[in-house]
């Protein structure tokens, strides 16, 4: 739905009425994901690692975003890179959901998870 709505100004450029709702509707969208993101990080990342693996997750983001702004495109073609890579993020997510559900897997907490076969689970100190 996000990816969606933020093609709006893409589409109806010169429609204020369409992007501000378009708009009104990405915020709602971004004002689930964050207390929904909280929620998935702490259930299944382990405390103990938590801050590392989310760092993980950040360097990627910053250098897409640095990547964007150094090259000073015009706000249609960030909005086609918003609405790109958004679509994308929600093809993988679909995929791996997919993915999960064929092999049955049904994860509860990933700190249970072994790294590699027959490894078993390090407690950590």
């Not at 969606?4 to 689930?32: H, K, Q, R, T």
């Not at 259930?43 to 801050?51: G, L, V």
């Not at 590699?116 to 950590?124: G, H, R, S, V």
């Amino acid at each position: 739905m996000a990816s969606f709505s933020l093609a709006v100004p893409i589409l109806l450029p010169s429609n204020a009425a369409a992007i501000f709702a378009a708009f009104i509707v990405f915020e709602v969208c971004v004002g689930i994901f964050w207390p929904a993101m909280g929620y998935l990080r702490g259930k299944y990342i382990p405390e103990e690692t938590r801050s590392t693996t989310m760092n993980f997750f950040r360097v990627p983001l910053n250098i897409i975003v640095i990547a964007i702004l150094y090259q000073n495109f015009s706000m249609h073609v960030i909005f086609q890179f918003c609405v790109g890579l958004l679509l994308i993020a929600t093809i993988v997510q679909f995929a791996f959901c997919l993915n999960c559900k064929k092999q049955g897997i049904r994860y509860t907490n990933l700190a249970h998870i072994p790294l590699a076969p027959n490894e078993e689970k390090q407690e950590l100190n």
